[in-house]
């Protein structure tokens, strides 16, 4: 399982990421979508642990908390879409 970073500065970086949820324990992955027109940062992560009981101490900590000037949002990510991810495109069927 991995936890869902939302509302980021666009200058984070994956080091800045892995330095601040490394506090709470061994991070196993950290993914730092970009945008594919500008290469840049799309203002949310996914960071995960090791161990769950990690994830758990970072959620409650982080959530809502400021960092680069923003409050970050902190929580269990969601399952990724089985149909492919978002967007406005119609079902082929």
């Known amino acids: ?26 991070v196993r992955r950290v993914s730092l979508p970009t945008d594919r027109v500008t290469g840049r940062p799309r203002g949310f992560a ?13 959620i409650e900590e982080l959530d809502g908390a400021e960092w680069m000037g923003r409050n970050i949002k902190v929580n269990k990510a969601r399952p990724r879409d089985q149909n492919g991810g978002g967007g406005n495109r119609p079902q082929r069927h």
């Not at 996914?46 to 970072?58: H, P, R």
């Open 46 to 58: 996914f960071v995960e642990f090791k161990e769950e009981t990690d994830e758990d101490k970072a």
């Open 1 to 26: 399982m991995s936890i869902y970073v939302g509302n980021l500065s666009y200058d984070v970086t994956r080091d800045d990421l892995q330095e601040v949820f490394g506090e709470y324990g061994p």
